[in-house]
């Protein structure tokens, strides 16, 4: 994080007394700012990421990959609405499926993970016309629904990433804010004129269309993005979307531009914090009451300084002013934990999860007993990481068994024999459940 600098002193307006909550701010030279009447024209989401992970329908599957093979344009019913079903290129994901009207990508299928197995084979992303349209919770409800619709039974969460945003009017964009602000990005790479590029830099800021628009950071990590919105809006034709929204603040102005300040946390940066904050962040619903803390974490991580030793005002009020759905938690310390030299080598819980589905897939196929299965996880290699994993959850090794038997019935073997494990459970572990 950059070094610290001091804050303003704020003073209330009415009283002229110091007060933290005050609107009236001195700046390092003395000069007063007042923002008691607000410039904040909208905040909230911009773009949620949602990882799921879970056994695919094979039905569902088999219907994707029709629509896929039939050619483009072709359209597949999911969850109740149609999805035009392309490539999925170089996502990570055998398959995209789009839904303009929803707002709605949906990347199925890992392409790192057998078909057939369970893992990461879901994530959806989210635009802001689905987000400015619903709460958190429908947010959420909605997404997890469309994701029963693609697993066969059940799923889990295996991350989120999301961008947090907040537009402005009257405050400028300085056109130095790359030399300007502070911030762990070492390069500056300028390109004059330059609209529509997706960035790849690792650690860099890039600087392009003359100034008005920044990015710093990497995009596998905590990137951060200050922008003319007005300017993005009129070349992508998105006036209808956004400009209802800014109306809607009761303080727009049609005749000035909208800037927009972006944090963009990629899901392995909300694992960091869920690391080294206590908190639980496997999805969007989890980090409701967090997101204040999260904006004010970025706004310190990439801070605009007037001098070596104070933080701008206006960057100060936007760090401590802006709140997202809920005020910020008081009593958590918002940080990141990297793993350390000594964590490295270790398998992570999704790792384990991983291997455990992989693990029951083959089993099944090869039509063991639920007694052989056990008998062969527990010499697998992977059982001491099981005992660890689900001990830390407050299970045993029943629920292993347990879940182990479920596994097994999921998955479809092709023979004239009905498969039946369930014949030697208690045989093979008399347990009660």
Partial sequence: MANAVKDCQRFDKAT????????????????MFDFSKDCVVHNGLDTVRQLY??????????????????????????????????????????YTLRNQNLGLVLLVSSSFTEKDFQGAHLKIQASPSFLLARSIEDVQCDMDHFAASIFFEGFGYSGVALHICM????????????????????????????????????????????GQS??????????????????????????????????????????????????????????QFANGSGIEAFCLLDLKEHLTGLWAYALNNFRLDDTRTYINPAWQYFRDDVVFYHEVKKDIDYKR????????????ERAIKICFGHLTSIFRRNAFTLKQAFECLQKSGLW???????????????????????GLMKHPVDSDTPYTP???FYEAFPVSF
């Fill in 16 to 31: 002229y007394s110091p007060s933290s909550a005050g609107k009236i701010f001195i700046d390092h030279s003395g000069e």
């Fill in 53 to 94: 992970d879970g056994m695919m329908n094979p039905v569902v599957l088999s219907s994707i990959e029709t629509a896929y093979l039939a050619g483009y344009g072709c359209q597949v019913e999911l969850g109740g609405f149609s999805w035009v079903v392309s490539s999925g290129g170089k996502s990570g994901y055998r």
């Fill in 167 to 210: 537009d402005v009017q009257g405050w400028a964009l300085p056109a130095d804010l790359d030399s300007r602000i502070t911030t762990r990005a070492r390069r500056i790479i300028r390109h004059s004129g330059v609209q529509g590029l997706d960035f790849e830099y690792n650690d860099v800021a890039v600087v392009y269309g003359r």
């Fill in 214 to 271: 920044f990015t710093f950071g990497q995009q596998s990590s905590l990137q951060f993005a200050a922008y003319n919105k007005t300017k993005a809006i009129t070349d992508k034709g998105e006036q209808e979307l956004w400009v209802p929204v800014w109306e809607q603040s009761g303080i727009y102005d049609d005749s000035l531009p909208v800037i927009r300040l972006e944090a963009r946390f990629h899901h392995s940066v909300i694992n």
């Fill in 337 to 348: 934990m990297y793993v350390n030299p000594d964590a490295q080598g270790k398998p992570t």
């Fill in 384 to 406: 001491e990481n099981l005992i660890e994993l689900y001990r830390n959850k407050g299970k045993g090794v029943a629920d292993i068994y347990h879940d182990l038997f479920k």
């Fill in 422 to 424: 369930w014949i030697d």
